[in-house]
């Protein structure tokens, strides 16, 4: 099998698998006064330290939650009032238009509550201008946020930048860094953020782990889920501890191999487009090559339909994903390339291959073969020429 | 994404990973009696349909499709339904359904239904255009007898029925798509009852069968 999905979802990291059995007795609940509860708490909080470490920031700052999807809501549900249920919501929040669905979805809920939204429309690269930014800011603002690496296309916004203009007018600055973690050094004492969303199996952690990072002095927000006290009273509920351990082994992991992966990813990325565009035409890159992440690759592949790809592929053991609407159901193809301003088909004939740890030269090989062959046939048959 | 979407019957996968009676030639190498192309690649969907017609006939039929598995796999289905047993004849072909497709796949997930459309759409513009080009425009059908739904714009109830079959699962999408009852407004009531059977009928089952409507 040959896995370049790993923007969906990564394997357990074998130090991340021997670390979640070496925890599986430690049942304790770190709330507890008592040694087996203490013992528990110890390995919790380490985890933090690293990740705060990791991050650049202080172990207070990091809320852990359930994903990133719960990181978005908390932030965004409390972005212009108290939080999501206060009737008197009010105020405005300006995102993108290539945001995921646990932010767009999120906004689009406040905005039935007299919330306006702007949605700030990518180039066709796949880029948002901060200057565009900046020129949505009304006095009203209540927060900013645009996602760090966008999902599909890979694209790198300028974070740092509209972060900057964000805190010029004093308006909160969120992230959803979900892809950037682990892939691009991010240090909070240079990135003028509020707060960053990040998830931990997009980087080798199971599912169901993720954190909030709230600063220091960032505006208050509403927990989601209300009970006890449990991460500094902002989310309830007794802690996924064998989750957070995982997340901490899975951070420090990237400490260690990040710098390498990057260097072994981009080339292994590189080599694969290059296979592909020099043996078949019309092949479109989609979002700005220079500013983009080192293990995705979306492509277009005109006159053919993403989810035949995609199941041909299935079957010589390569997995990918397709922005095409019949892999979803919908009628509509992605949102994230029709931003790009170009036709619906494009969209349509789709392919994300993103790489991960794993990935071998061998398997960009034999990835570029089939994929030739795929779409040599799927055009064959193809009644647009 | 939801896994179930890629339920897909052993036929089916047959039907896609193998297709069968694809046009490879160039189509005026291949001089058609009557060719049929019906979709748009917005929709992530287009269908060419290429039929050759002897005695009245269905002698030969190859196609060509953008679509995905779902539209591949039920248009070599139909290839092959069509053809075999020396052909079926135009009358027989014209009132080929999806659902007889669906039946013959042994099924199709619910959401990808509306992927399986556009190749017996594409197969009666084919045999209209045989009628077209051989002085038989009589036999083209007049508009079918289904009973109209929405008397401002004329909508039938198989236009509410072939919209749920293409994906609509709600009135509000059904109305944006077609705007019937946004004039004086007195089918919304018996609309939504239909969607809500269509829908019933076609998307409740993991995998809908198609048998209903097997005659």
Known sequence: MIYLDNSATTPIHPEVKKTIIDALDLFGNPSSM?????????ILEKSRKDIADFL????????????????????????????????NNRGHIITSNIEHPSVLNTVSCLGKKNVDISHIKVNKLGIIDPADVEAAIRPDTMMISIMYINNEIGTIQPIKEIAEIARKHNVPMHTDAVQAVGKIPIDLQKLPVDFLSMSGHKIYAPKGIGILFKRKNAKNICPLIVGGHQENSMRAGTENTLGIIALGEAIRQC?????????????????????????LDKVRINGDPNKRVYNISNLSFTNIEGESILLRLDMHGIMVSTGSACSTGSLEPSYVITSLDVDPEIAHSSIRFSLGRETTEEDIDKTIEAVVETITFLRKISPIK | ??????????????????????????????????????????????????IKVKDDKIADLKWQTFGCASAIGSTSMLSVMVTENGGMSLDDAWKLTPEMIINKLGGLPPNKIHCSVLGDKALREAIKDHYKRTGQEDRIPKDSKSRVICECLNITEDDIRMEVLEGVKDFKTLQERTKLGTMCGKCVDTAKTLVDFYVGRYYTEEIYSGKEEEK
Not at chain 1, 59 to 84: D, H, M, Q, R, Y
Not at chain 2, 24 to 47: Q, R
């Open chain 1, 34 to 42: 008592h040694t087996t509860g203490r013992e528990v708490r110890a």
């Open chain 1, 56 to 87: 650049n920031c202080e172990s207070s700052e990091i809320i852990f939650t359930a994903g990133a999807s719960e990181a978005n809501n908390t932030v965004l549900k409390s972005a212009t009032n108290c939080c999501a249920f206060c009737e």
């Open chain 1, 255 to 279: 400490k260690i191999e990040m710098l390498e992966n990057k260097e072994r990813i981009t080339a292994l990325r590189n080599k694969l487009e290059q296979g592909i565009l020099s043996k």
């Open chain 2, 1 to 50: 994404m939801d896994g179930s979407n890629w339920n897909y019957s052993d036929k089916v996968k047959e039907h896609f990973f193998h297709p069968k009676n694809i046009l490879e030639i160039d189509e005026k190498e291949y001089n058609a009696d009557g060719v049929g192309f019906v979709g748009s690649p917005a929709c992530g969907d287009m269908m060419k349909i290429f």
